[in-house]
């Protein structure tokens, strides 16, 4: 018995030592300071250019927020590998500079209490790859067997700001948020939401394929996923909630294998509902992806990798989406809240009312 104390005191000490050690740049991102708590995020306008041919994004953030407290300065994120070229607040271009993944903004003059304002984040660059995905975060790059580019992000340790600019803290959600991703013509860009409308007479040739989360969102959950996905479509039909949107996005040659497999998500979803209640993010369907590796759930978004090997021929095996969404819907119908940020640390966040920046989305 006091073998074990020991060894339980040794392991505390060294996990406190551990704790202790917290680099400046781990405290900028993990603690909620000054510049963070003086505002409230409500809506993101995300337009991001993805460029295959040199692993590189070119993009602009718009982020609405309120203030908590007169503002004249706040941080926003982004991954060290991203360049901001630009942030402009009702077109004057501010001064900005950088700690680490932190980028503290300042504003002209105070901006007071209560005010709804936004700011325009101009960036580029190429975001962190990852070699181990899910577990490491970054962008994966690779071709299918088609030859076509296949491209997914992971957001494990990065988050959101490992590839666009945001309020990257788990204490904020926008209320909602828009998605525009520019692919090659011959490629589609999945991510979160609804889609909305598909830009194809880009002059650079790039289609533009635009969505919308109506349902409050963590940075952490914004994804896509791009390739030349076949879609397809189905609908469950809810006895009690009405009908909810059912996309599958596959590659080609999953196409067979998928329209197999996804016979088993209406049987899923009725069950869950029984025992459950609704599926959390009805508003902004129920999509599922093919991806390269297995993902963690996403806001409405699920990443679904039993096509590349990692479960063959398993037909009744569905664990990249029916686990996370059990989690989801206990938890949810437990602790009465709409948002899942993070699987599989489970923070929850509760729902903030809709602002009239939100209002943009719908």
Same mark, same amino acid.
């Given at each position: 018995?006091?073998?074990?104390?020991?060894?339980?005191? !040794?392991?505390?000490?060294?996990?406190?030592?551990?704790? *202790?050690?917290?680099?400046?740049?781990?405290?900028?991102?993990?603690?909620?300071?000054?510049?963070?708590?003086?505002?409230?995020?409500?809506?993101? %306008?995300?337009?991001?250019?993805?460029?295959?041919?040199?692993?590189?994004? %070119?993009?602009?953030?718009?982020?609405?927020?309120?203030?908590?407290?007169?503002?004249?300065?706040?941080?926003?994120?982004?991954?060290?590998?991203? %360049?901001?070229?630009?942030?402009?607040?009702?077109?004057?271009?501010?001064?900005?500079?950088?700690?680490?993944?932190?980028?503290?903004?300042?504003?002209?003059?105070?901006?007071?209490?209560?005010?709804?304002?936004?700011?325009?984040?101009?960036?580029?660059?190429?975001?962190?790859?990852?070699?181990?995905?899910?577990?490491?975060?970054?962008?994966?790059?690779?071709?299918?067997?088609?030859?076509?580019?296949?491209?997914?992000?992971?957001?494990?340790?990065?988050?959101?700001?490992?590839?666009?600019? !945001?309020?990257?803290?788990? *204490?904020?959600?926008?209320?909602?948020?828009?998605?525009?991703?520019? &692919?090659?013509?011959?490629?589609?860009?999945?991510?979160?939401?609804?889609?909305?409308?598909?830009?194809?007479?880009?002059?650079?040739?790039?289609?533009?394929?635009?969505?919308? &989360?109506?349902?409050?969102?963590?940075?952490?959950? #914004?994804?896509?996923?791009?390739?030349?996905? &076949?879609?397809?479509?189905?609908?469950?039909?809810?006895?009690?909630?009405?009908?909810?949107?059912?996309?599958?996005? =596959?590659?080609?040659?999953?196409?067979?294998?998928?329209?197999?497999?996804?016979?088993? =998500?209406?049987?899923?979803?009725? +069950?869950? %509902?029984?025992?459950?209640?609704?599926?959390?993010?009805?508003?902004?369907?129920? +999509? =599922? =992806?093919? +991806?390269?590796?297995?993902? #963690?759930?996403?806001?409405?978004?699920?990443?679904?990798?039993?096509?590349?090997?990692?479960?063959?021929?398993?037909?009744?095996?569905?664990? !990249?989406?029916?686990?996370?969404?059990?989690?989801?819907?206990?938890?949810?119908?437990?602790?009465?809240?709409?948002?899942? !940020?993070?699987?599989?640390?489970?923070?929850?966040?509760?729902?903030?009312?809709?602002?009239?920046?939100?209002?943009?989305?719908?």
């Amino acid at each position: 018995m006091k073998k074990i104390i020991v060894i339980l005191g !040794c392991m505390f000490l060294a996990i406190s030592k551990g704790w *202790s050690q917290v680099s400046p740049e781990e405290n900028l991102r993990a603690n909620l300071n000054q510049f963070r708590s003086n505002y409230d995020v409500t809506y993101y %306008e995300l337009e991001v250019k993805v460029i295959p041919q040199t692993q590189s994004l %070119e993009g602009t953030v718009t982020m609405h927020f309120q203030t908590l407290e007169n503002l004249l300065r706040l941080q926003v994120d982004l991954d060290q590998n991203l %360049e901001v070229s630009t942030i402009t607040y009702q077109k004057h271009k501010l001064a900005f500079k950088r700690q680490d993944r932190a980028i503290f903004v300042d504003f002209l003059e105070p901006i007071p209490k209560g005010e709804l304002a936004s700011i325009r984040i101009e960036y580029k660059g190429r975001p962190p790859m990852t070699q181990n995905a899910p577990q490491q975060g970054g962008f994966d790059w690779r071709q299918n067997l088609s030859g076509k580019d296949w491209i997914a992000v992971s957001p494990q340790q990065t988050g959101g700001s490992g590839w666009w600019p !945001c309020k990257d803290h788990i *204490s904020d959600q926008a209320d909602s948020m828009r998605i525009k991703i520019a &692919v090659p013509k011959e490629l589609i860009a999945v991510s979160n939401g609804r889609l909305t409308s598909v830009l194809k007479n880009r002059s650079d040739g790039f289609w533009s394929y635009q969505w919308k &989360v109506s349902e409050p969102i963590q940075t952490t959950n #914004v994804m896509l996923s791009i390739s030349n996905y &076949v879609l397809i479509k189905d609908t469950y039909e809810s006895d009690e909630y009405g009908n909810l949107e059912l996309s599958y996005y =596959v590659l080609p040659t999953n196409e067979a294998k998928a329209r197999a497999h996804f016979k088993q =998500v209406k049987t899923i979803l009725r +069950t869950y %509902e029984r025992i459950l209640g609704k599926y959390p993010f009805w508003r902004d369907g129920y +999509t =599922v =992806v093919d +991806t390269p590796f297995q993902g #963690v759930y996403a806001h409405g978004l699920i990443p679904y990798a039993n096509f590349t090997g990692i479960f063959p021929n398993k037909t009744w095996i569905i664990p !990249c989406y029916t686990a996370r969404l059990l989690s989801i819907l206990v938890i949810a119908s437990a602790m009465k809240t709409r948002q899942l !940020c993070g699987f599989p640390k489970l923070f929850l966040l509760t729902r903030k009312p809709y602002s009239s920046n939100a209002e943009r989305a719908t």
